[in-house]
């Protein structure tokens, strides 16, 4: 059975920092393209970020480009979202998923296993 966790998130001041985690089990998560999902409340969730397979090919979303890193380490079955100089609107639930895709997909519907997310708090 195929289980992602998600941890890293709380509270963060604008411009700080976090890492967010997501270990899987049930799965070698160097066989799949990860992807990272936000939703803010109110909001339809959207892929911000995803790593490849073969990590040739990383995606960021332009609101978060340049702010954030993602990564995997294979020996560790996680992958990684350092977020830096956060912002309010960054507050959201975040969520890693898989998919079997060889490289990155913003498609919802292409993630077929999903963590139950972290929340993410941007404020003074």
């Known amino acids: 059975q195929v289980q992602l966790v998600e941890s890293g998130g709380g509270l963060v001041q604008p411009g700080g920092s976090l890492r967010l985690s997501c270990v899987a089990s049930?799965?070698?998560?160097?066989?799949?393209?990860i992807g990272w999902i936000r939703q803010v409340p109110g909001k339809e969730r959207e892929a911000i970020s995803c790593?490849?397979?073969?990590?040739?090919?990383?995606y960021y979303a332009p609101s978060v480009e340049g702010r954030f890193t993602i990564s995997r380490d294979n020996a560790k079955n996680t992958v990684y979202l350092q977020m830096n100089d956060v912002k309010p609107e960054d507050t959201a639930d975040y969520y890693c998923?898989?998919?079997?895709?060889?490289?990155?997909?913003?498609?919802?519907?292409?993630?077929?296993?999903w963590g139950q997310g972290t929340q993410v708090t941007v404020s003074s």
């Open positions: 049930g799965v070698t998560l160097d066989h799949y393209a």
């Open positions: 998923a898989t998919t079997p895709f060889e490289g990155c997909t913003t498609r919802l519907y292409d993630f077929n296993s």
């Open positions: 790593i490849s397979i073969t990590n040739t090919f990383i």
